[in-house]
């Protein structure tokens, strides 16, 4: 199992950059593909980012392509998603999720939430127009 927290929400203007990390505990981190979701208000959890378990296969929704970038350590056991020009339609909680993947190729990344079995308490992010 591992457990996952999220850090470096916050509030941010348009145009602005924010850096949210998410620390695993546990471990084998290096055999979980990760990934970022986020939920608005009203709305459904969307895929953000997902990265493969060697870091070298990456996936990204439309919407954030060009924007966001998603990486991890697996040193320190920790992925990243790093936001720039954000965007008012951008605010959302945030989630960081990890899935157990030790046979599948290290090409592998996944984009349904329903494919992760680990979520993190989720972190706020704020853009203001």
């Known amino acids: 199992q591992v457990q996952l927290a999220e850090s470096g929400g916050g509030l941010v203007q348009a145009g602005g950059s924010l850096r949210l990390s998410c620390a695993a505990s546990g471990r084998n981190f290096l055999n979980y593909v990760m990934g970022w979701f986020r939920q608005a208000p009203g709305k459904e959890r969307e895929f953000v980012a997902s990265i493969s378990k060697s870091g070298g296969s990456t996936s990204y929704a439309d919407s954030v392509k060009g924007r966001f970038t998603i990486s991890r350590d697996n040193a320190k056991n920790t992925v990243y998603l ?26 592998v990344v996944l984009t349904t939430a329903l494919d992760y079995d680990y979520w993190g308490q989720g972190a706020q992010v704020t853009v203001s127009s």
């Open 82 to 107: 790093q936001m720039n020009s954000l965007k008012p339609e951008d605010t959302a909680v945030y989630y960081c999720a990890a899935d157990y993947q030790r046979r599948a190729l290290s090409t």
